[in-house]
């Protein structure tokens, strides 16, 4: 399957149009959008009708408002993304919340690029420039990862190069969908963060699981507390027992939240060690940050 270049953005995949003062009449402008094929055109905002694929499910009224009263003022500056979808209908494939936004602003219409994709590219635009934006809970970039690789046979290392992350990212992603559906909603409401929620996933069952959920939530626990609360496996524990030096447990919390893994400060004979414990997906993106 070829690489449609995604994770270098929403500009690598629109054929640019060129400038307004190198195009002498409008025969030109209609030329050179048939040559790139796509069309800027202004659509009636009742034309649009939202994306089926959108892996967003949460837009938040503050941001939404705030996005509007600037639309109010300077109008829409970037065009929404859409298809033509028959009877005079145009499904969004990127900019949602730009046509939210205009809704709100009493905008009649609003600038549009059209272009023709499949299903699968439509998912994987709106993931980019959701992903991009940073308007994605954890939960529903994993389920859109997810939803790319059982609909569309992607394999995690397909997916990871399309959207411009490492295999181990999409890996980890996929796993909190792991998570008890309760823990899953805590997670997407911000009660708990990611860190939480892969240490969660560390407990063997669903019932330990929920038992240190709870426990954080009650406790208020921050995610080198929670690690804690993890049972430790006999091959990562400290033969000699205490740190041999008072600084070594601030410098192990100090790891073990820039790599987001437990990390251990040993003495092994005349010499120190440092372990990290992950599970195998984990590694590569470990690996990285280390690279770092």
Known sequence: M???????????????LPKLEQIS??????????????????????????????????????SLAELASSIRQYGVLSPIIVEEV???????????????????????TIPAIVRETGEQERLELALVENIQRR????????????????????????????????RSQIANFIRLLALPEDIRRALQEG???VGHAKVILGMEDEESQRNLFRKILENELSVRDAEGLVPVKST????????????????????????????????????????????????????????E
């Open 2 to 16: 070829s690489n449609t270049g995604l994770g270098r953005g929403l500009g690598a995949l629109i054929p640019r």
């Open 25 to 62: 009449s409008r025969n030109e402008l209609l030329k050179s959008e048939e040559e790139s094929g796509v069309r800027v055109v202004e659509l009636p905002l009742d034309a649009i009708v939202p994306n089926s694929a959108q892996p967003r499910t949460v837009f938040d009224e503050v």
């Open 86 to 108: 028959g009877s005079g209908k145009y499904a969004i494939i990127a900019g949602e919340r730009r046509w939210r936004a205009a809704r709100l602003a009493g905008l009649d």
């Open 135 to 166: 308007d994605l809970d954890a939960i529903e970039e994993a389920m859109a990862y997810d939803r790319l690789g059982s609909e569309f046979d992607l394999t995690q290392e397909e997916i990871a190069d399309r959207m411009g992350k490492s």
């Open 191 to 193: 009660m708990i963060s």
């Open 236 to 291: 990562f524990r400290r033969s000699e027992g205490n740190p041999a030096d008072p600084r070594w447990s601030d410098w192990e919390q100090t790891l073990s939240e820039e790599l987001s893994a437990r990390v251990l400060i040993c003495r092994k004979g005349k010499c120190n060690e440092i372990r990290i414990q992950c599970e195998p997906e984990e590694l590569e993106e470990i690996v990285e940050k280390l690279k």
